[in-house]
């Protein structure tokens, strides 16, 4: 099946740093990737839609220039987090639609962030 | 606003037996529903998709049940094993890619 990397998986930073998260499809080019928070024990929660060539759709309550994405080609995604906060320390991942349909998503693996 | 709630948050099941979890949802009209697993810091695996039209779906040891009317889908698993222990989130789609999730339920096959 089709591949997405994410990188890093882990990432510590200090509060008011900015953190960079990469999204790759692997085997397969995306021009929609979505990138989702995800809480202990809760759901993963939309919070952007990653449009490769134009500017993201973000969901309601995301703040745009707090998580800034930019799709710069068919297969890499980056979610940048802008000056972080402790209360931003989330699981941050990546999807992109499989071919076809588009209905099968593929995920990352996930980034851990942890704000000091 | 629209909701998908599963029903259960965890759920033990006995090595062996079948396995049942539910998603229902409400204030939604869904083109297809997703079950997807997922482990401790991992992203989902997709698992099946079944589409408004289709009734059941079945993998290997997985079915699922999806029934418009009473607005709830059903997954099965059964023969369950320990190595089936994870949360299985529910999504409901619509056809424009962007998907939505249920909090999952978490899995537990006890040896």
């Known amino acids: 099946g089709a591949v997405v990397s994410q990188h890093p998986s882990r990432v510590i930073c200090k509060s008011g740093t900015s953190v960079k998260i990469e999204c790759r499809s692997l085997d397969f080019q995306a021009t929609t990737m979505f990138w989702y928070r995800q809480f202990p024990k809760k759901s993963l929660m939309l919070m952007a839609t990653s449009n490769e060539g134009s500017k993201a759709t973000y969901e309601q309550g995301v703040e745009k220039d707090k998580f800034l994405i930019n799709h710069a080609s068919l297969t890499l995604s980056t979610l940048t987090v802008t000056s972080a906060h402790p209360e931003d320390s989330s699981f941050y991942i990546c999807s992109a639609p499989g071919q076809g349909r588009g209905e099968t998503q593929y995920f990352g693996p996930g980034t851990r962030l942890l704000v000091l | 606003s629209q909701k998908i709630e599963q029903n259960s948050e965890a759920l033990n099941i006995q090595e062996g037996k079948t396995a049942t979890l539910t998603c229902n949802y409400t204030n939604y009209s869904p083109a297809y529903l997703q079950w997807y697993r997922q482990d401790p810091g991992r992203g989902p695996v997709f698992l099946l998709l079944i589409r408004e039209n289709e009734k059941e779906k079945r993998k290997e040891r997985l079915k699922v049940t999806f029934d418009t009317t009473l607005k709830q889908s059903l997954f099965h698993i059964t023969a369950s094993q320990p190595a089936d222990s994870a949360t299985y989130l529910c999504?409901?789609?619509?056809?424009?890619?962007?998907?939505?999730f249920g909090k999952g339920t978490r899995l537990h096959i006890l040896p």
């Open positions: 999504a409901l789609g619509r056809g424009d890619d962007k998907i939505i």
